[in-house]
């Protein structure tokens, strides 16, 4: 992670979030809700997105607070700062795209419990400027949206023979699929496979360069 002092490196921070930290498929974290939006690839790619723009601008926030908050009332605080930047997408998504949000619209409001968010406001926001704060916002969220947009095209091709709405395959699809068990095997699936580009390419490679 990067430090206070010394030179940041912003690719590293941003990729990071991408491949080695990666919500879902590295740390597993805040699996329920993402299966719960994930049986279509509108809904999916809109979840992404919404956990994108709150995991920056929470970051952000924390990152430009971090000096005035009194370290014993920071988890409080943080909580305050995600549900208010939660309420903000909220009410957005409500007036942008009305059809999606009644589908979704309970699931936006549980980000405020995303374990992730509040993860990174403390483990690095908290300790941070707000640039590098700001590019570790980017690479959680572009992480959390590339593992919701494949595990929701998969679960919507496979599960109901269409992509973003539209049919694809004209064969019987496979139900399951779209139930929340499917979901869970989508996640098993998928997780078992980056974790083995990880170890076959990533970590042999750092491995080669010591």
Known sequence: MAAQTGKVNY???????????????KLALSLCPSIAVTNNLKNGVLMGVAVLFVQVMVNITISLMRKIIHPRIRLPIFMLVISGWVTITDMSMAAAVPDVYKQMGLYIQLIVAFASILAR????????????????????????????????FFRELIGKGSVWGMPIVHTKPLLIMILPAGGFFAVGILMAFFNWIDVKFFKKGASAHH
């Open 11 to 25: 690719i590293e921070l941003i990729t990071n979030g991408i491949i080695k930290e990666n919500t879902i498929f």
């Open 121 to 152: 406001a403390e483990m690095f926001a908290s300790k941070n400027r707000i640039a590098p704060s700001m590019a570790d916002g980017i690479g959680m969220g572009i992480g959390f949206l590339f593992a919701l947009t494949v595990i929701s």
